[in-house]
């Protein structure tokens, strides 16, 4: 095979608080021709930034200070503006992570698929709007004669993705960079864009740069593996043997990650009253009813992991219970004893009961505020400490954290990390001393060790301090790992629950059972073998053949 | 799918009917609370019309008889619904200054004498010198806002808002005779009195409007221009707006088909304030040409407190601006494809 990409000793920097700092250290990369290669790494690696640069493309504020990037023989950070326009679109395609926010939300879809075709003068504007309904059959979206001609907006998050693997395909290039095209979709729609993309690469002959966190869909996709910790290459290999035979001791962390999993605590006796009770609750926002009779119970010291896709009503549950969104009908008990359904008529310890931690904690914790004040607020609040109490209250509570408290209780939010900022929101939420604790997607943002460490710790606490947790969460992997019991929710209702082993093991309801087979695996062979058997190999080409018939 | 289609484009009209009808009856709700801001400000006014016409022979006699013949005898919340009333049914009442008064006391008050005859020449005066304007300004200030943003931080980005904030930032009187100097003195290529009438031909006219117009231009261009550059610049961090550029799409193709599409609705609210401006605000230029617009009318009538012009001028200006805020805000909306395409 022939080399299309050569990447030699590039070093890119980025600009922030006046100064270059180092994003990519020296990092060679090359690709043939048809070939995918897997990018991959925690958030920060840079995989993004070099997925950029080779299209010889910087965000603003980010420079590639030495190094070469030569695509078929052109040297793309010495070509002219106008002689890399030529190439990107053209010969390199690009797809982002958010197709949501990447169409451009004033146009209509097939407008801007034909937009690179026709001023790139590679086909005709009615050539490639045929063009693209063809693609948009083999792509597997529903009704692609007319869904081009709908607005972004009226296009759900899998079906515009895989319209932009279209909209990349429409001038048949030579290489498509994918960045992240499935981490924003939930796992049973990031099976039907996964299987999409592999098709229609290996149909065209595409080189691929697959850039992505997750081990178990870069082995689905790719020929070759390169893993990247910040800036720095890792290591590379063949799909097969990087999976089986990892050399570096980072590459084995990574794999490590998912192996974490905590024995399942003994069932609860059935006479014993649960900590929290959901009795038929029945919620809507405005007309529409989104909660329709969800009960579950949730014990003393277990894990209620709560599961579904966006949409199926986990968050609005967590809202029912906190009392933000006061339900239409139903019952919340707290210990035997029924809570005021909207929070504004609870007393102030049956406001400390109920803790929550939530999914983006940069959103969650003011900005202006220490983190000595963000949990200083809770212990004076709820168990009235001032001065000096609350000031040994807070440094106990980071100390429970793994935060050392000398450093970390005058700084402000923006000085932490994604992970030390979710380990604030825990502390936030122990500093009300609850029996009850909700996380609603604590460890979704999170890089897998990160998430990891956060699971552990939750994990710690709660064998500590016999807490409940009610576990809101879309990744199986999670459930898996810290989970006691399981609610299965679909359409706002609950539609199985039971103790995790027997969510685990066959027979499920068949919407456990279609999330269960999503997950992704590390076999680089499971993608191929879930397709087969659920008998959508190949559905893309009928549906052209049938379109072209009509 | 036909079928769907159309069901959705009739909800939408629908919903678009609705909304403009509700923002009208907002409209017209602000335009009565202004009338009483208007009317209760004009009777605060010192002095009265009586005292200011009489001079030094106001005998308390005589002020007594015009006030009476005037009505200004009666309690303000009288006069108020009166004028109200007839403001209403389209009658704005009579100018004091021409009045003739013996006319008062007969049956017949003459058409000079009555607001809207006097009011409306020089209204129609005042619009054709504020669409002159607009016809000129807005699509200048849009096309520099574009290229501004283009050539962002470049030498024509900065001498573009210098240019555009020094002539915001003089007074209207000293641009409007720098024009006159260099297009009226110095090159004489345009007359520097714009003392148009009726009756004249459209050529003509446009020939004498052009200099109050573009002294008028280079007051609102700054405003515009900016707020066009800003809205653009505000969506290039976009990730459509990457998204276009990694499919090779030229910078000027990228602007104006990528980002000017989504910048409208700040863009559009800043065009209706000015446009407002061009209506309400241009006295002190109508006073350099010598153009009989509604501007100097007013200023003329308060300064003889010609109470009924007043008010009828106030209230067309409050009008003014409600009718043009509100299509401003009917377009931002129209301009939103999430609801021009409903899912």
């Known amino acids: 095979m022939s080399r299309l990409l050569t990447m030699k000793d590039v070093w890119i920097e980025g600009r922030s608080d006046e100064t270059w700092n180092p994003i990519i250290n020296g990092v060679d990369l090359h690709l043939d021709k048809g070939e995918v290669l897997g990018l991959i790494g925690e958030s920060g690696a840079g995989k993004s930034t070099m997925g950029l640069a080779a299209m010889g493309f910087c965000r603003d504020g980010v420079r590639i200070s030495k190094g070469s990037v030569d695509f078929d023989g052109i040297n793309l950070l010495k070509a002219s503006a106008a ?35 026709v001023q790139h003068g590679v086909m005709s504007k009615s050539e490639s709007e045929r063009d693209a309904m063809e693609l948009y059959a083999k792509l597997r979206l529903p009704d692609p004669e007319n869904i081009g001609f709908r607005y972004p907006h009226q296009v759900s998050g899998g079906q515009l993705q895989r319209a932009m693997t279209a909209m990349a395909m429409s001038c048949r290039p030579d290489l498509i960079i994918f960045d992240e095209p499935t981490t924003a979709l939930d796992v049973t729609t990031q099976i039907e864009v996964l299987a999409s993309i592999r098709d229609i690469v290996e149909q065209f002959g595409t080189a ?29 290999a063949e799909t097969r043997q990087m999976l089986s035979h990892p050399k570096a001791e980072y590459t084995k962390s990574l794999w490590a990650v998912r192996e974490f999993k905590r024995p399942q605590k003994p069932a609860v006796h059935t006479s014993a009253t649960p900590v ?10 405005g007309k529409i009813n989104v909660l329709h009779d969800v009960s579950f119970d949730i014990h003393e010291g277990r894990t209620v992991a709560v599961v579904g896709e966006s949409g199926s009503g986990k968050s609005t549950t967590a809202r029912c219970i906190t009392g933000l969104l006061p339900p239409r009908g139903g019952v919340i008990e707290f210990d035997g004893v029924a809570l005021p359904l909207d929070y504004r008529k609870r007393n102030k310890h049956q406001l400390r009961q109920v803790q929550m931690i939530y999914q983006m904690a940069d959103t969650a914790l003011n900005p202006r505020k220490t983190i000595g004040e963000i949990i200083g607020r809770p212990v004076e609040f709820y168990m009235g400490l001032k001065g000096r109490d609350k000031r040994r209250r807070v440094e106990e509570l980071l100390d429970e954290i793994e935060l050392p408290a000398d450093r970390y209780i005058d700084r402000l939010p923006s000085e932490l990390s994604g992970g030390q900022k979710q380990r604030i929101g825990i502390a936030r939420a122990l500093a009300a001393e609850p029996k009850f604790i909700i996380c609603d997607e604590v460890t979704s943002a999170l890089d897998q060790l ?22 809101i969460t879309h990744d199986l992997a999670t459930v898996r790992s810290i989970a006691d019991e399981v609610v299965v929710m679909k359409d706002g209702e609950v539609v199985e629950q039971g103790p995790k082993t027997d969510m685990f093991r066959p027979p499920h309801h068949p919407y456990t059972d279609l999330l269960l087979s999503s997950v992704p695996e590390m076999n680089p062979d499971w993608l191929s073998t879930l397709l087969a058997e659920r008998g959508i190999d190949n559905i893309g080409d009928a549906a052209v053949g049938k379109m072209n018939q009509e | 799918m036909i079928i769907t289609e159309k069901t959705r484009t009739g909800e939408y009209l629908s919903t678009v009917l609705k909304i403009i009808l509700q923002r009208l009856a907002l409209g017209l709700l602000t335009l009565f609370v202004v009338s009483i801001l208007i009317f209760a400000a004009v009777n ?4 009265d019309f009586a005292q200011a016409i009489l001079g030094q022979g106001a005998t308390p006699e005589a002020v007594e008889a015009i006030r009476r013949d005037l009505g200004l ?21 009579n100018s004091f200054a021409q009045a003739n008064f013996a006319s008062f006391v007969g049956a017949d008050s003459g058409n000079k004498a009555s607001v809207a005859a006097q009011i409306a020449p020089r209204f129609w005066n005042t619009m054709f010198l504020a669409g002159v304007t607009a016809l000129i300004a807005v699509p200048f200030s849009v096309l520099l806002g574009i290229l501004a943003a283009l050539y962002r931080n470049s030498a024509f980005d900065k001498f573009a808002n210098m240019f555009t904030l020094s002539s915001i930032s003089s007074p209207e009187f000293f641009l409007a005779y720098i024009l006159i100097l260099f297009l009226a003195v110095l090159n004489p290529v345009l007359p520097s009195l714009s003392n148009i009438y009726q009756g004249m031909g459209l050529g003509e006219r446009l020939e004498k409007t052009l200099l109050p117009a573009l002294t008028l231009t280079l007051v609102v261009t700054a405003h515009m221009m900016r707020m066009t550059r800003a809205a653009i610049i505000n969506l290039l961090a976009s990730p459509y707006i990457e998204m276009a550029r990694l499919k090779g799409m030229s910078p000027m193709r990228v602007i104006v088909r990528h980002a000017l599409p989504n910048a409208l609705a700040p863009i559009i609210n800043v065009v209706a304030l000015n ?33 009924p012009v007043v008010q009828a001028c106030c209230l067309i200006f409050a009008a003014a601006y409600i009718l043009l805020n509100l299509t401003a805000d009917i377009m931002s909306i129209v301009s939103n494809p999430r609801l021009r395409h409903p899912k």
Do not use: C
Request: without cysteine; charged residues 20%.
């Open chain 1, 208 to 236: 691929a740069i697959y850039i992505t966190h997750d081990l178990a869909v870069v082995a689905q996709m790719a020929d070759r593996i390169k893993v990247l910790l910040k800036g720095d290459e890792v290591e590379t």
């Open chain 1, 83 to 117: 002689r890399k326009r030529a190439l990107l679109g053209k010969r390199i395609a690009y797809v982002a992570q958010s197709a949501a926010a990447s169409f451009n939300p004033a146009h209509r879809i097939i407008d801007q698929h034909t937009e690179g075709p």
């Open chain 1, 450 to 471: 990160v998430a990891e460490g956060i699971l552990k710790l939750l994990a710690r606490l709660q064998d500590e301090r016999n807490l409940s947790y009610m576990f």
């Open chain 2, 275 to 307: 446009l407002a401006y061009l209506i309400t605000g241009v006295v002190v230029v109508e006073v350099v040409f010598v153009y009989p617009g509604i501007g100097q009318l007013f200023v003329d009538s308060v300064k003889i407190r010609d109470i």
């Open chain 2, 73 to 93: 005898d009666q309690p303000p919340i009288t006069r108020y619904f009166q004028w109200l009333v007839g403001a209403v049914q389209g009658d704005l009442g």
């Open chain 1, 276 to 285: 929290v009770s959901v009795q038929g609750i029945t919620a809507a926002y």
């Open chain 2, 44 to 47: 605060l006014l010192p002095g």
